[in-house]
């Protein structure tokens, strides 16, 4: 304990209510899961929406699937989080242009989750992962997998296995 971590990364997305607070709860659990050390995700919003749960349906899909957010508030994107980050995952490109405005510092590298949809290589050109806020549940139980399985895929990119 105490020790700090190898790899920081942020989840960024509008409201920090449903996709970043998403991909940090999958994050969390897959470390969890196989007892890695050193890893480290927080998620924050490009809207400054503070202290709000992850919605209602996001939590429910992803509790359908065996992993719990709670606890989650939402908060906006902090300059000393984007410096720490070793790595920032935004949801859509528009994220990615605000962060570029906003916060210019770090060393962080700046990337689409959906960089990561089909594998350990970054993908050049990926599409945008749409907010599903409002939505009928089916988007969620669409969007919630593919978040998972995009920081699977980025989780074996930062911690290739031995």
């Known amino acids: ?4 971590p190898q790899v920081r990364v942020l989840f960024v997305c509008s409201g920090n209510i449903c996709r970043s607070p998403a991909a940090v709860a999958c994050f969390r659990h897959r470390v ?22 992850i919605c209602a349906d996001a939590a429910r899909v992803l509790r359908e699937i065996g992993i719990e957010s709670a606890g989650h508030r939402s908060k906006g994107v902090s300059r000393a989080e984007v410096r720490a980050a070793d790595w920032i995952v935004a949801m859509q490109r528009e994220h990615l242009d605000w962060l570029a405005r906003r916060h210019p510092g770090g060393t962080g590298r700046r990337v689409l989750i959906r960089a990561f949809e089909r594998g350990t290589d970054l ?8 907010d599903p806020y409002g939505q009928p549940l089916e988007v969620y139980r669409n969007q919630i997998p593919l978040i998972a399985r995009c920081v699977d895929h980025l989780l074996a990119h930062v911690h290739p296995a031995p």
């Open 1 to 4: 304990m105490g020790e700090e």
């Open 32 to 53: 969890a899961e196989r007892g890695w050390r050193g890893l480290e995700a927080d998620s924050a919003g490009t809207l400054g929406i503070a202290g709000q749960p």
């Open 123 to 130: 993908d050049a050109d990926p599409a945008d992962l749409l």
